[in-house]
């Protein structure tokens, strides 16, 4: 996993859930990380199914400024069918 921004962060993180849910935990950081801020086993975030939505709810990692906490950030689309040929 990388996060972009002035500081990059690049990590290695397991993926628990189900198809309503899924957590992000941190294992480990991959090399060239400059930061240091996160133990394994920490929850980094928890993505969750809500309707069409999907509720990003903040843990570890959180957004630039921001806190802990949730708030939609994703919304399901519908697919437009291929066009034939």
């Known amino acids: 996993m990388q996060v972009g921004g002035e500081h990059p ?3 290695l993180a397991t993926v ?7 957590t992000l935990i941190f ?8 930061h240091n801020m996160f133990h394994a086993g920490d929850v980094l975030l928890t993505l969750r199914m809500q309707g069409n939505d999907v509720l990003t709810i903040w843990d570890a990692l959180r957004p630039i400024g921001g806190t802990p906490g949730e708030c939609v ?3 399901r689309q519908q697919e ?4 034939q040929e």
Not at 16 to 22: K, L, P, Q, S
Not at 80 to 83: F, M
């Open 73 to 75: 950030y994703f919304t």
């Open 27 to 34: 294992m480990n950081n991959l090399p060239g990380n400059a």
């Open 80 to 83: 437009e069918p291929a066009e």
């Open 16 to 22: 628990e859930g189900d198809a309503d849910e899924i």
């Open 9 to 11: 962060i690049r990590l």
